[in-house]
């Protein structure tokens, strides 16, 4: 018998539904060279296309227990309304982090100008389309563009969401053109704020965690793509010591479970200190949940039901239910909506 339980919903704050298609591939590269067949994916795409994958992940991801996800989205105007489409079949809250490419990448990805990309992000905010800045990275922005989509985002209340320290050869180059570690150069730039989320800060070091930090930016933590593509571990423990916000998202989608993002990510803390419990359940579940809604400038997302019968959790007592779903259980405790 089905004994149900109700919790906050999960939800993914970077995901780029695309990549889906290509889990397992490259095995045996670094990142640069995955990246080339990303792209390469990433160039195939159409509207119709998008409609149909994405519905398809959109209602994994809602069978997993996310119920909200925020698609950093960088495959062009008309398949970004695609995919508000296909959230819209999924029943999961969408947000459209529209994202701002000016060099590097495909020609379909990229914008000729700061006016252009505002107007791409305008026409989806006239569609009723719940909207974020994103700036792809350093290296897809130069410092003009940080600097004027700061100055918008700020400017209209919109979330600011950008890749930043995910490798160290990112680190490197911003070095060489600014003289400025990646989220040196976004403070610099007045990206920071309590409406940025940074993606991954897998190499941030202690100064730009303090920048993180005094500025009240989040942290969103992908750890099963971080594994995947050889990213390296986030900072865990320095990041908690500061009380810099941390939400989880599913990025390119190796694997479609809020569950595994989080015990990863206490996983990885329990590595780097030696010792257990680094992040108590409870915080875990608002990583999850709550954090990435704020992260998203979502006030409202679904809940989601378990399982308690599960064979997952058979044995188990009441009173460590959470600890155990997060400790020891997969996506398939989550009860099918409707």
């Known amino acids: 018998m089905t004994r149900a339980v109700t919790l906050p919903g999960f939800v993914n704050a970077h995901s780029h539904a695309f990549q889906r ?4 591939r490259a095995a045996g590269r670094d990142f640069w060279a995955w990246r080339e067949g990303m792209l390469a994916e990433a160039k195939r795409h159409s509207p119709d296309t998008v409609r149909e994958l994405y519905a398809r992940t959109y209602a994994e991801m809602r069978a997993a227990g996310y119920t909200a996800v925020g698609e950093f989205h960088y495959l062009g105007l008309d398949t970004a309304l695609a995919a508000a489409d296909a959230a819209a079949e999924a029943e ?9 490419y000016a060099r590097g990448g495909p020609e379909g990805m990229r914008q000729d100008s700061v006016s252009a990309y505002v107007a791409e992000v305008e026409r989806l ?6 909207v974020g800045i994103a700036p792809h990275s350093v290296r897809a922005c130069p410092r003009e563009w940080l600097e004027e989509l ?6 209209e209340g919109l979330v600011l ?9 990112e680190v490197e180059e911003c070095l060489a053109e600014h003289g400025l570690r990646p989220i040196e150069l ?7 704020g309590s409406r940025t989320t940074v993606v991954h800060a897998t190499h941030a070091n202690g100064v730009e965690l303090d920048l993180l930090r005094d500025s009240g930016s989040t942290i969103c933590a992908c750890p099963t793509t971080e594994a995947d593509l050889g990213d390296g571990f986030l900072p865990a423990l320095r990041v908690r010591h500061r009380g810099i916000p941390l939400c ?3 990025d390119s989608n190796i694997r479609i479970d809020p569950f595994e993002e989080l015990r990863e990510l206490e996983g990885i803390a329990r590595r780097q200190g030696g010792k257990r419990g680094v992040f108590p359940t409870d915080e875990l579940l608002q990583i999850g949940g709550a954090n990435g809604a704020q992260a998203l400038g979502l006030e409202v997302w679904d809940e989601i039901s378990v399982d308690t019968g599960h064979r997952s959790l058979q044995g188990v007592a009441p009173e460590h239910l959470h600890a155990a779903l997060l400790a020891g259980c997969s996506a398939d405790v989550v009860i099918p909506p409707g």
């Open 21 to 24: 298609a290509l889990r397992g």
């Open 92 to 100: 999961i809250a969408f947000v459209c982090l529209h994202v701002a």
């Open 125 to 130: 905010r006239e569609r009723e389309i719940a």
């Open 150 to 155: 700061g100055r918008y985002a700020s400017a």
């Open 161 to 169: 969401h950008v890749h930043a320290d995910e490798q160290p050869r």
């Open 186 to 192: 976004l403070a610099d730039c007045g990206c920071l």
């Open 248 to 250: 989880i998202g599913s």
